[in-house]
Nanobody
Framework: DVQLQASGGGLVQAGGSLTLSCAAS????????IGWFRQAPGKEREGVSC????????YYADSAKGRFTISSDNAKNTVYLQMNSLEPEDTAVYYC???????????????WGKGTQVTVSS
């Protein structure tokens, strides 16, 4: 019974900040990459940021570098995505996912949670 629960989305003005949380249950995360993905209407789902649970190595998409920070809390089995300087282009449904392949792409993920909506107004 693998579950990933994303939360923390909302409506924010351009330049504002949000923190997303992904709580995992039903499996151990030692060997997994945990990632944040987003999908805007009419667009493909894309990787935003991923982190290796084992060693903490992080990946950021070019659009996220310098603005977003991914982190993990082992005690809570939770991964966070701190998003600063948000832009209207960041508007999307954000999903958290877990996979055993070291790829920050949807194809590298085995488990998906339900998304949380992030809307950035201009």
């Amino acid at each position: 019974d693998v579950q990933l629960q994303a939360s923390g989305g909302g409506l924010v003005q351009a330049g504002g900040s949000l923190t997303l949380s992904c709580a995992a249950s039903g499996f151990t995360l030692d060997a997994y990459v945990i990632g944040w993905f987003r999908q805007a209407p009419g667009k493909e789902r894309e990787g935003v940021s991923c982190i290796s649970w084992l060693d903490g190595v992080a990946y950021y998409a070019d659009s996220a570098k310098g603005r977003f920070t991914i982190s993990s809390d082992n005690a809570k089995n939770t991964v966070y995505l701190q998003m600063n300087s948000l832009e209207p282009e960041d508007t999307a449904v954000y999903y958290c996912a877990a996979g055993l392949e070291r790829l920050c792409t949807p194809y590298g993920m085995d488990y998906w949670g339900k998304g949380t909506q992030v809307t950035v107004s201009s």
